[in-house]
């Protein structure tokens, strides 16, 4: 049911900082950006240039309060890889056929994500201690 890797975490303590090395020093470019209160995340979305939009991103991700995921994650290991994105076509079909795997998934039901995308996670302690996310791309796409 994975469609694409659909992108790369990394936990930024400072997005603009982050935003101006990976575009300075990369020359990637910065394809969106977004506040998801709920996720108490800032974040932005990058992308080699001249990419038609689809390819794997890069996914910056600061934290907006100490107690988010981000800014747990940032106390405990520092800024770093924090997340492995696959696209999947249908994230409920996709949690409900990895649960019947045995693997524990974060959600019940899944949550916003990044563009009106939908998304779950498996928990990374049944992931290999990758945290992996599913993301069923919004219908309008990004
Ligand atoms: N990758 C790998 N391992 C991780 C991890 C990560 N991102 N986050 C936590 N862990 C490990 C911890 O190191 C810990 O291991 P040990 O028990 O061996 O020390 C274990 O998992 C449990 O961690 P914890 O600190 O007790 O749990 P947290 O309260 O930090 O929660 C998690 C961890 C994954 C449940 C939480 O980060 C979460 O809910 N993540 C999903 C949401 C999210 O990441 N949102 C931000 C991105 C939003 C977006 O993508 O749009």
Known sequence: FVTAI???????P?????IAFHTGHFGLEVAHEE???????REAML???GTAG??????????LRDDSAIGK????????????????????AAAAALRAQGLRLLYDEAKRGTANSRVNFVHPKDAGGVL??????AKDGH
């Not at 400072?14 to 982050?18: I, N, V």
């Not at 689809?54 to 934290?63: D, G, K, N």
């Not at 994650?73 to 409920?92: E, I, N, T």
């Open 54 to 63: 689809t390819e794997t991103a890069i996914q910056l991700l600061a934290p």
């Open 6 to 12: 659909d992108h790369v975490g990394i936990a930024v």
């Open 35 to 41: 506040i998801n209160e709920e996720q108490g995340v």
């Open 73 to 92: 994650f940032l106390a405990k290991s520092g800024p770093g890889l924090q997340q492995l994105a696959y696209r999947v076509s249908d994230v409920d």
């Open 132 to 137: 992996v996310e599913l993301v069923e791309p």
């Open 47 to 49: 992308r080699a240039p």
């Open 14 to 18: 400072d997005l603009d900082a982050a």
